[in-house]
Nanobody, 125 residues
Framework: QVQLVESGGGLVQAGDSLRLSCAAS????????MGWFRQAPGKEREFVAH????????FYADSVKGRFTISRDSAKNTLYLQMNNLKPADTAVYYC??????????????????WGQGTQVTVSS
């Protein structure tokens, strides 16, 4: 099993930056592809970013590409999401997740079997 705990969310103004962290424990963190998802009020949970177990490849939703950066530090068992130039549309609960089904797309919720509880990001105009 993998346990994931997000932190770093908060209330910021448009144009500000935040760095979210996801601390992992349990099974070896470095063996999993990892992802960030978010869910805004009235919307379904959506894909934000993905990083492979080897950290050799990253993928981003078009809505955040160029503004967000996903990274991982295996020595610290921690996943990060650096969010720059935040917009009100980025307001959501952000979740980190560990992928366990490689038959599904990297941006599919069902591809990830382990989830954190989420951290709230609110961006005011």
């Amino acid at each position: 099993q993998v346990q994931l705990v997000e932190s770093g969310g908060g209330l910021v103004q448009a144009g500000d930056s935040l760095r979210l962290s996801c601390a992992a424990s349990g099974r070896t963190f470095s063996m999993y592809d990892m992802g960030w998802f978010r869910q805004a009020p009235g919307k379904e949970r959506e894909f934000v970013a993905h990083i492979t177990w080897s950290a050799g490849s990253t993928f981003y939703a078009d809505s955040v590409k160029g503004r967000f950066t996903i990274s991982r530090d295996s020595a610290k068992n921690t996943l990060y999401l650096q969010m720059n130039n935040l917009k009100p549309a980025d307001t959501a609960v952000y979740y980190c997740a560990a992928r366990n089904d490689y038959y599904k797309r990297y941006d599919a919720i069902s591809a990830y079997g382990y989830w954190g509880q989420g951290t709230q990001v609110t961006v005011s105009s």
